[in-house]
């Protein structure tokens, strides 16, 4: 079963009014792992996708999207997948790739129908794409780490990057994730923006009563979301991303826009935050 939700676009300006539930209904992304089903939410940030692919021991096949209007859904876009669940397999353009949980694969432009199986827990990400790269399994020994933050200041954490330009190629979407040492609870402080660029985190590995506190929107006028295991939080070009947690946390970054440079960012000294 696939079922696809769409999210609008949101003005900064239109977001400052929002209440706690008009926040969480426009940028808070839930119920995106359910046993036996395909869950997509489609944005018009960057016509970014994100969702969840359960097989639960079945197997479950993306191809046509009616959002899209192509034959297949992968037909004009590229997908990176990461498994957050235990061992699985995705069939796609021919092949079969065995993914353990915190593994990535990178499916290039025309890969055609996805199948998923086993016991995975598929995070889906999808943008649209004007080249075919080949499509490439890349796992934690294949990740590029990059350290940051420290002990005093609470974000000592790990960003591993998978589709990432010094990894692989690919046309919009880089993605990774980051994982926080004993003891930091914040992740992405100092905060930033990136114009160019939306993104979309995914917190996962986190017990069932845990919460992340997620900070999003324009610097001078922050707001928040409290962030459960397996969901995840849209944010726009104009929005900060950070958060912190309440119990152990890892989260899946995701983009799509104009550059490729994860080192394109604006930051926000903390004094400057409002
Ligand atoms: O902990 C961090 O800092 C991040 O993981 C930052 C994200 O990767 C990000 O926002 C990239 O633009
Ligand atoms: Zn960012």
């Known amino acids: 079963m696939l079922t696809v939700e769409t999210r609008q676009a949101v003005h900064p300006e239109h977001a400052k009014s929002m209440d706690t539930a008009a926040l969480r209904k426009n940028f808070l992304a839930q119920n995106l792992f359910a046993d036996g089903e395909i869950r997509l939410i489609y944005t018009h940030y960057d016509r970014f996708v994100m969702g969840g692919a359960v097989p639960a021991g079945g197997s479950l096949t993306l191809d046509k999207v009616d959002e899209t209007k192509t034959p297949s859904f992968l037909d004009r876009r590229e997908m990176g997948i990461v498994n957050i669940g235990d061992a699985g397999t995705v069939e796609a353009g021919g092949e079969t790739y065995a993914m353990n949980r915190g593994d990535v694969l990178y499916l290039g432009k025309g890969t055609g129908a996805v199948t998923f199986g086993g016991q995975g827990r598929f995070y889906i990400t999808s943008c649209p794409a004007h080249h075919t790269y080949p499509s490439r399994l890349v796992t934690l020994a294949d990740c590029v780490e990059v350290k940051m933050g420290a002990a005093e200041t609470s974000n000592k954490r790990t960003i591993k990057q998978f589709i990432h330009p010094q990894v692989m190629e690919s046309c919009q979407l880089i993605l990774g994730y980051t994982s926080l040492e004993d003891g930091s609870v914040w992740n992405t402080v100092p905060s930033h923006i990136h114009d160019r660029r939306m993104e ?30 397996e969901q995840g939080a849209i944010s726009p070009p104009w929005s900060i991303h950070s958060g912190a947690g309440i119990g152990e946390y890892t989260f899946i970054w995701a983009m799509a826009g104009d550059n490729v440079d994860y080192t394109d960012m604006e930051f926000i000294q903390p004094k400057d935050m409002r």
């Open 200 to 229: 979309a985190y995914l917190y996962w590995g986190m017990d069932d009563d845990a919460r992340v506190l997620h900070l999003m929107g324009q610097p001078q006028e922050s707001r928040h979301l409290f962030i459960g295991n």
